[in-house]
Structures are given as structure tokens and as C-alpha cells.
């Protein structure tokens, strides 16, 4: 098939197009504990509270109104690293990766609708 008649019939999805070799994963799929989830009293607004992340760190929360928190700051204990996945709003997402040990710590926290509990959950995670 020429080149031409290729590139046209690729932009409407009849026609494959390889990019190349596709290289394999080099490490297995990640296997999650169950998460470990609490249910503690919420910080007033304006105050902050730091939450222990398992084994990967810490993450210290602001609370800036009744229903929003914010990622103040986040305190990788070593060999993690920390990628802060979505840092204010309803619910706060924060990944801690150990690249060496093939580890990943999920934290997410969240306030209840009433905004009296803040709603913790860690999961842990490895290759």
C-alpha cells in the first residue's frame, strides 16, 4: 500500500500506523494491601495537622474553609519521593514513591459533608 493512501486511511482508522517496538514493562505489576482508613475530628479552618502517610512520610493539611483543604506541605521520610496529585479542594491526593524498593503510598484525604471529620486513607503498594 503506498505511503499516501496510508496516511489517508490512518486519519480515518482504517489503516495501521507503527511507531516502532514496542518495549516490554521491566518490573511486575503493582499488588495493594487494603487501604487503612480513619475517621478523625477536623482541624478548624485555618489551622493545620499533620497526617502520618504509613511508612512513605507525612502530609500536613491546611484547612482553608468548611469544605476545602490544601496540601501545606508533605515530609518524605528517605529513599521516598512525593508527587502531590491533586493539592486543594474537596479531597487531596498525594503519591509517595520508593523508586528502589518498587513502593508506592497512596494518601488521600477528604471532610465529610457536615466538615466535623476529616476522612484519611493510605494505601500501600509494591511490585
Excluded at 78 to 85: E, S
Aim: hydrophobic residues 40%.
Amino acid at each position: 500500500m503506498s505511503r499516501r493512501l496510508c496516511v489517508a486511511l490512518a486519519a480515518i482508522g482504517l489503516c495501521a500506523v507503527s511507531a516502532g517496538p514496542t518495549v516490554a514493562a521491566t518490573h511486575p505489576p503493582l499488588v495493594c494491601n487494603p487501604a487503612s482508613v480513619q475517621h478523625l475530628g477536623a482541624p478548624a479552618p485555618g489551622a493545620q495537622a499533620s497526617y502520618p502517610a504509613a511508612g512513605a512520610g507525612s502530609v500536613v493539611l491546611q484547612r482553608i474553609d468548611s469544605g476545602t483543604l490544601q496540601v501545606a506541605s508533605v515530609n518524605p521520610n528517605g529513599g521516598w519521593t512525593d508527587q502531590v496529585t491533586t493539592g486543594s479542594g474537596s479531597k487531596d491526593k498525594v503519591k509517595f514513591l520508593n523508586a528502589a524498593a518498587g513502593q508506592v503510598t497512596r494518601f488521600a484525604a477528604g471532610l465529610n459533608k457536615k466538615g466535623s471529620q476529616i476522612h484519611i486513607r493510605v494505601t500501600e503498594c509494591h511490585h
